[in-house]
């Protein structure tokens, strides 16, 4: 672990920076099945999925880097055995990085309990703990300061959505001291406010510990509602930075081509901030179009005359001539053949797609799939 040693020009440590001293330690839930993502999630877990040319979760890691974090546990489950080799002990990113796997999935609040015995915080400070498919501008030391300030038990952060019947709703008082953890709402009435769980919290140490042992337990379902209903002092800090949930295949892309154009932050992003990302070793041709925070991997190859907006293209993969890609993800090593058009779509690790076909709206392609050349292919204008 890099050590910080104290300064006189260092606020935190003087009283009345009390409040802006950082947290230090930070668990990673990244232990989902990711089953909305599927196919992309079949070899990959979520977090490891390229975004803007490196694993989604080097954001993340990098971004809790910036805001002061120095250790950092993994909690693992599904295809565990990915993290490590690629992220090692964490010196890359200058964090000190642990890895715990469950062997039993464990849900979101079991899997924190679990790995709370590697923590070395002392029981009344503050450990971060972040979803592994969040992509946000999340002010960090501001969510870490409002929960020292406020001397709550855990601290959330929540964001306001435009519609909310997709999300748990979290309604606060005015001095933000969350009132309720409500389920989706069914009908307008039970919309009473746009807050959601923005997946990202501050805990303080003692808490995590008291969740139980052993068993799965939804920190949401179980130890939210649990930890209210015993009086316990839950703290929102509302901050509608940029916030993104990369739990979806068109969430993703989108939150991939963000990080490319700069709309969302990022201080790992492997180039220049702009309108594509072409990693060494991919091959475009000199006519085809790249635009809208498309990214190509490398290895991969886009032929002569295509045309890719907003899209995330893996390592390896070949998108033939006179292809048209708009908002859609081309999986590691798949091929796309000549003049395919992709809108929204997924084509998985590997898949083959011949010549001419259409896939539209969310159409997804296995991983390995072989699809032939379309048959009949009708121009627009016939
Ligand atoms: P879906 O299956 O598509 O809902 O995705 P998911 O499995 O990732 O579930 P969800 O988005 O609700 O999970 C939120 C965060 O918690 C993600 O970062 C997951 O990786 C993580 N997570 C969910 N369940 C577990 C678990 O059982 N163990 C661990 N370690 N992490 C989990």
């Not at 002990?89 to 609040?109: K, M, N």
């Not at 309720?180 to 510990?209: C, H, M, W």
Request: charged share 20%.
């Amino acid at each position: 672990m890099r050590a910080h040693p104290a300064s006189a020009a260092d606020p935190s440590q003087e009283p009345s920076g009390r409040y802006r001293r950082p947290a230090t330690e930070a668990i990673l839930l990244v232990g989902g099945k990711g089953t909305r993502l599927r196919p992309l999630t079949v070899h990959t877990p979520k977090p490891m999925i390229p975004a803007a040319g490196v694993p989604f979760l080097t954001h993340q890691l990098a971004r809790a880097r910036a805001a002061g974090v120095e250790h950092v546990v993994m909690a693992t489950s599904y295809l565990a055995e990915v993290f490590e080799p690629h992220f090692g002990d964490g010196s890359a990113l200058g964090l000190h990085l642990e890895y715990v796997t469950e062997t039993e999935p464990l849900g979101t609040g079991g899997a924190l309990r679990n790995v709370a015995h590697r923590l070395r915080s002392a029981p009344d400070e503050p450990v971060l703990v972040f979803n592994g498919d969040i992509l946000t501008g999340l002010d960090i030391p501001a969510l870490v300061a409002t929960h020292r300030s406020s001397g709550a038990d855990v601290s959330l952060h929540l964001t306001r959505v435009e519609d909310p019947r997709a999300f748990g709703l979290v309604p606060t008082d005015p001095d933000g001291r969350v009132t309720a953890f409500l389920e989706k709402p069914q009908t307008p009435e039970q919309i009473v406010t746009d807050q959601v769980n923005a997946g990202a919290y501050v805990f303080t140490r003692s808490v995590l510990d008291a969740i139980p042992a052993g068993r799965p337990v939804s920190v949401e379902r179980e130890t939210f509602p649990g930890l209210l209903a015993e009086g316990a002092h839950l703290q929102g800090m509302v901050d509608s930075t940029y916030w993104l949930d990369l739990g979806t295949p068109q969430a993703f892309v989108r939150g991939s081509a963000d990080l490319v154009l700069g709309t969302a932050p990022s201080p790992a992003v492997p180039g220049r901030r702009g309108e594509r990302l072409v990693l060494a070793g991919a091959r475009v041709a000199e006519d085809a179009k790249l635009s809208g925070g498309t990214c190509v991997g490398a290895g991969a190859v886009i032929g002569p005359g295509a045309r890719i907006e907003g899209s995330t293209i893996l390592a390896g993969a070949v998108v033939e001539a006179d292809a048209v890609v708009r908002d859609s993800l081309v999986g590691q090593g798949a091929h796309v053949g000549p003049r395919c058009v992709l809108q929204g779509a997924v084509i998985g690790d590997g898949a083959v797609v011949g010549a001419d076909n259409e896939f539209l709206h969310g159409a997804r392609v296995w991983c390995e799939a072989r699809i032939p050349a379309a048959a009949v292919r009708f121009s627009p204008d016939e």
